[in-house]
């Protein structure tokens, strides 16, 4: 086995009233992907920015090619050749690829009037990076015009163009469809041929077994333990995660439907959405799935208000509405958990408890007058319903895990007694205990007959909890499945338009 290119070994962290890390250990070898996963909470975050110089360490050793270093800010992890690309990127939106690529790094020459940014030497050492990769990116094109998977390939020419030899992928493909995953991990195989070593943090069990070469887990701040990917099956690394075993990823108690709750009628948005026939009953889960850019979000955005369609009709009991505006979605029982959890789900700079009530103010103090003690039962009162990790409900939302916010945000609109949910993405972004902990308050409100229409882009979470499956290809629906009937490969069939 070759030497490590990177080293940690006992290095600890802690924070007000917080270990974070406690002693973890891990190694890096040139040209491997070692793969970084854990509950949220478990020390990932922490570890990465440490070694990206983030915050320091409080404890312990960092070896880089077998010579102590220090990694105390983030200009010293670059000289060091670590570079970290986050799930929100480092991208300046205004600026061309080339100028992002070498931001605050810019080639210069001499002048009428002194040193001058040499942009023609700028944009032909980015095409150079650029072809490297394969990619077919035009340096000159402003960042703000490109596709998300696009603007990560050119963090990672940024990356590369530092000299880096240690990458740090942080949930690379959380906003990937399978295709641009595929497409990442060709370039990934490509910076391993270049002997890069390849730090990657993952929520999706599924998908490292073919990226990956080793595994380590960490659970509340420790090191639990390192695989090769090949000797590690599913159930063993939950376990590894958890501390014990998840039997039952998508609990689901099903039942017989109720009356049809929400129906669309040849809804269509010009250039978006085309002829789009869905229902959903009561006590019924409905998944929405298909490729990245296929329509799903967008309908979803006409169904609560946010755009308005051109054609078609909605029907909720059976009723004709015109939902022109968030405002009259809530008032006609709808509730939609936005995929942006943190962007457009939460107020993060308000507590716990108010982000749980503040959507139901106006249903419980009618003459505007909030009596405290009021507000904080209902709080509580949904907290130790739905399990939410908080130190108390005077908590800023920002400080809990993933998966405690989310189920924050599902909170707030339980409190309003919606009467049908779209539910976009439900556990992106968040680990394997708390998605089944979603998982579980989902099917408790299908049980008491709430309507669900869940989008997601995980097959497994589709197939374990709808009861009927809906297929979207190019803003139009392609396909409809029931449960039993239904199966990964029919689905991406359908999704990209071969159904």
Do not use: C
């Amino acid at each position: 086995m070759p030497e490590p290119i990177l080293r940690v070994e006992k290095v600890a962290k802690s924070f007000p009233g917080v270990v974070a890390l406690d002693g973890v250990d891990f190694d890096l070898l040139p040209g491997e992907v070692h793969v970084i996963i854990g509950e949220n909470g478990a020390g990932k975050s922490t570890l990465i920015k440490l070694l990206s110089g983030v915050f320091p360490k409080d404890s312990g050793r960092f070896l880089i090619d077998g010579k102590e270093v220090e990694v105390d800010s983030v200009h010293a992890a670059q000289g060091l050749g670590i570079s970290t690309i986050y799930q929100e990127f480092n991208l300046v939106p205004e600026l061309t690829v080339a100028q992002n690529i070498f931001l605050g790094r810019e080639p210069v020459r001499k002048g009428t009037f002194g040193l001058v940014v040499d942009n023609a030497a700028m944009e032909k050492r980015s095409r150079e990076l650029l072809s490297s990769l394969g990619l077919e990116i035009s340096p000159e094109v402003t960042v703000s015009t490109l596709s998300v998977p696009k603007q990560q390939m050119v963090e990672v020419a940024k990356a590369l163009s530092t000299e880096s030899k240690i990458l740090i992928f942080d949930e690379p493909t959380a906003t990937l469809a399978e295709k641009e995953t595929e497409a990442l991990f060709r370039i990934i195989r490509v910076l391993k041929e270049r002997r890069i070593g390849i730090i990657y943090i993952s929520h999706r069990l599924e998908e490292i077994r073919k990226i990956g070469d080793r595994v380590s887990v960490l659970r509340d701040g420790r090191y639990i333990g390192t695989l090769k990917i090949e000797e590690a099956s599913i159930n063993d690394l939950i376990r590894m995660m958890v501390g014990r075993d998840i039997k039952d990823q998508f609990p689901r108690n099903y039942r017989e439907p109720g009356e049809v709750a929400l129906e669309l009628r040849n809804i269509a948005r010009k250039g978006v959405l085309h002829d789009i026939n869905l229902r959903i009953h009561q006590g019924e889960i409905v998944g929405l799935a298909g490729l990245v850019g296929s329509g799903r979000t967008e309908l979803a955005r006409v169904i609560f208000g946010v755009d308005a369609p051109d054609a078609g009709e909605v029907r909720i009991f059976g009723k004709p509405v015109i939902i022109d505006s968030p405002m009259k979605a809530t008032d006609l029982g709808l509730a939609f958990l936005t995929e942006d959890r943190k962007g457009l789900g939460l107020f993060q700079a308000l507590s716990v408890k108010e982000n749980v009530t503040i959507a139901a103010l106006k249903q419980l103090f009618p003459n505007g007058w909030i009596k405290p003690a009021k507000e904080d039962g209902l709080a509580q009162d949904f907290v130790k319903k739905l399990r939410i990790q908080t130190p108390s409900l005077a908590r800023l939302v920002k400080y809990l895990s993933g998966g405690n916010q989310q189920k924050t945000v599902l909170a707030r609109w339980l409190a309003t007694r919606s009467k049908i949910f779209i539910l976009d993405e439900p556990t992106r972004g968040i680990d394997v205990g708390a998605k089944q902990e979603i998982h579980r308050l989902i099917d408790e409100m299908v049980k008491e007959g709430i309507p669900i229409l869940m989008i997601s882009s995980e097959l497994p979470e589709i197939l374990g909890m709808s009861d009927r499956i809906y297929v979207m290809h190019e803003g139009k629906i392609s396909a409809e499945y029931s449960r039993t009937e239904a199966t990964q490969e029919k689905i991406l069939a359908s999704a990209m338009g071969r159904s």
